[in-house]
């Protein structure tokens, strides 16, 4: 089945030819079971916001297909997106795991299928089926890891180059396939938000990396044509 948003919907967890290497969802059959009745589906559109920085915990939000982003503001409403998030991956898993608010804004990037779990259905699902609880912990050293990495590239990168050529490898490498090859769904200024550099320096390093033939870029698709000088500034 198909939604008008052009996904296909996929109704159950059970049998999912979709689950990636390191999706929460690749689970044995009785706590898939246990997944599919305790989940609500829901389509949204680009631009739906799943949760609030701040808002009390309802439950997680389990990516089915689709990417979103990860937002914190600052008291005089800075943005830095902390992540972006794929198809697999678990929302809101430490705050549902504390019962604290949502540390960040949770806001799809492209239409996205998401299953939510209620707080309560899910912390019972982690308590009846070790292996689920397995992969929530894999989740969060994984956050732990993107956490460490996202402070290693705002603090210890010496230049913006460094911090967009950074980035670039990066997501080349998140897509899958070719890593040479990437789908642009950032804004210039979402990038900025990312790197920690404002909307007219991503602009500017650009033009600058397409003159220099280090990109190119086709519509919403970048080429990265010299990965070593992006190594280089990169500091790899």
């Not at 806001?107 to 089926?129: G, I, K």
Request: proline residues 4%.
């Amino acid at each position: 089945m198909h939604s008008p948003y052009g996904l296909e919907i996929v109704e159950r967890c059970e049998g999912c030819r979709r689950q990636e290497a390191h999706a929460f969802c690749r689970l044995p059959e009785p706590a898939l079971r246990a997944l599919d009745a305790a989940k609500y589906t829901t389509l949204y559109p680009r631009g739906a916001l799943l949760f609030v920085e701040g808002q009390p915990p309802r439950g997680v939000y389990i990516i089915c297909s689709g990417r979103a982003k990860l937002s914190a503001t600052s008291g005089d409403a800075r943005v830095i997106i902390t992540r972006i998030v794929r198809a697999g991956e678990i929302l809101g898993l430490c705050a549902t795991l504390s019962n604290e608010p949502y540390e960040v804004t949770a806001e799809t990037l492209e239409p996205c299928q998401v299953n939510f779990v209620r707080q309560s259905d899910f912390l019972r699902l982690l308590s009846t089926h070790a292996e689920a609880a397995r992969r929530a912990a894999e989740q969060l050293a994984r956050n732990y890891s993107a956490a460490l990495e996202q402070v290693r590239m705002l603090g210890l990168s010496h230049s913006a180059a460094g911090k967009l050529a950074r980035f670039l490898l990066e997501a080349g490498h998140a897509e899958g396939g070719c890593p040479d090859r990437l789908k642009l769904a950032l804004t210039h200024e979402e990038i900025g938000q990312l790197i920690g550099a404002s909307r007219e320096t991503v602009t500017r390093l650009f033009s600058e990396f397409k003159h220099e033939n280090l990109i190119q870029v086709r519509g919403t698709t970048l080429l990265l044509n010299d990965r070593n000088a992006l190594e280089a500034l990169a500091g790899r």
